[in-house]
């Protein structure tokens, strides 16, 4: 079993800039691919970002590539999301999730964490 703890999260102005945190408990995190979503309110939960889990390479959604860099150590068995140039469309709880390879689908995700909140005010 994996257990994932979301942090960083918070309130910023447009443009501000936020880093999340994602550490695995239990088993380590270091053999799977790692997600983050978010969800908004009244809106699906949608994907976000993956790493592999080597941390070689990485997907985005579209939304928010240039703005937002998922990285990972593994030594530390966390996950970040530096996220800069926030924007209102960016509040929703963020979360984040780990599969046996780096999927935009959250279905495929086992593990998840309960969330952190986002919010960005102009």
């Known amino acids: 079993q994996v257990q994932l703890s979301e942090s960083g999260g918070g309130s910023v102005q447009v443009g501000g800039s936020l880093r999340l945190s994602c550490t695995g408990s239990?088993?380590?995190?270091?053999?799977?691919?790692m997600g983050w979503f978010r969800r908004a309110p009244g809106r699906e939960r949608e994907f976000v970002a993956t790493?592999?889990?080597?941390?070689?390479?990485?997907l985005y959604r579209d939304s928010v590539k240039g703005r937002f860099t998922v990285s990972r150590d593994n030594a530390k068995n966390t996950v970040y999301l530096q996220m800069n140039s926030l924007k209102p469309e960016d509040t929703a709880v963020y979360l984040c999730?780990?599969?046996?390879?780096?999927?935009?689908?959250?279905?495929?995700?086992?593990?998840w964490g309960q969330g952190t909140q986002v919010t960005v005010s102009s």
């Open positions: 999730a780990a599969a046996q390879g780096p999927y935009t689908n959250p279905q495929l995700y086992a593990y």
């Open positions: 239990g088993r380590p995190v270091t053999t799977y691919s």
């Open positions: 790493i592999t889990h080597s941390g070689g390479a990485a």
